[in-house]
């Protein structure tokens, strides 16, 4: 096809400005010759960056909406002959597996944004230290991790991230069913089919999975700490 003769780009406002504190620091360094001048890959992935922290705060929301809106749909349609105790079989809900279907989509979509913007930081953090010449010897995702950890963070939700995505987009699917324990129910997403839930290796919950978002957000500050520190 002809290259585009006319066409209307799109302007994104600002939203997560993860990387303006380290470009503070990053061009204080530059003006003290302390390092040369940034490299233009990295000032690229900045900007890729930003647009993936925008997307990611989206993509957690909508797989939540779809969470809360799944549990009402099954809810309404659910008798006492659904319900499963661990004494007593039950029968399952015979419905439209598209408010299923439309949840796990919309919960790989959080997952596989979470770790694409992971991803492109660790990137800019071993960027960064090859433009201060700060090299380890250790691999890029432990020191991502140390990063947070050391300047006050918690970093848990970076194995759990890796676990639950390495799982369900690379190995397998989600089976879903819904914790009707108590009033305030919750999804539980099972790695195969099972029937009881002795073994939490089995399974986990959606409100477990929606701390890795906020252990993800919380590790910001950290990350910018850790990574303007290199050029001071």
């Known amino acids: 096809m002809p290259a585009p003769t006319r066409w209307i780009h799109i302007s ?8 303006h504190p380290i470009w503070r620091a990053i061009n204080a360094a530059v003006a003290g010759g302390a390092v040369g001048r940034t490299p233009a890959p990295m000032s690229k ?8 922290l925008n997307i990611v705060p989206i ?18 349609r659910a008798g006492p002959e659904n319900s499963y105790r661990q004494e007593r079989p039950a029968y399952a809900v015979v419905m439209s597996m598209a408010p ?8 790989h979509s959080a997952l596989f944004e979470t770790h694409a913007a992971v991803e492109l930081m660790r990137n800019f953090l071993g960027r960064a230290r090859r ?26 939700w970076c194995d759990a991230l890796e676990a639950a995505r390495g799982f369900f987009t690379h190995q397998g699917s989600a089976y879903v069913a819904i914790d009707a324990s108590t009033r305030n129910r919750d999804l539980l997403l099972m790695k195969e089919n099972i029937h009881e839930f002795s073994d939490p290796a089995t399974y986990l919950r959606f409100s477990e999975i929606i701390r ?12 910018q700490r850790y990574i303007s520190a290199l050029y001071v």
Do not use: C
């Not at 994104?12 to 990387?19: A, D, F, I, S």
């Not at 992935?45 to 993936?52: E, K, N, P, Q, S």
């Not at 890795?212 to 990350?223: K, M, N, T, Y």
């Open 12 to 19: 994104e406002r600002p939203g997560t400005q993860w990387v």
């Open 45 to 52: 992935l900045g900007a890729h960056i930003t647009t993936r």
């Open 59 to 76: 993509a957690w929301r909508k797989a939540t909406d779809q969470a809360n809106s799944l549990i009402e749909y099954v809810s309404q």
């Open 100 to 107: 299923v279907y439309h949840f796990i989509l919309a919960f």
């Open 131 to 156: 433009h201060t010449n700060k090299l380890m010897a250790g691999s890029l995702k432990q020191d991502f991790k140390d990063g947070i950890a050391q300047n006050g963070g918690d970093n848990t």
């Open 212 to 223: 890795i978002a906020v252990g993800f957000e919380r590790s910001f500050a950290p990350l």
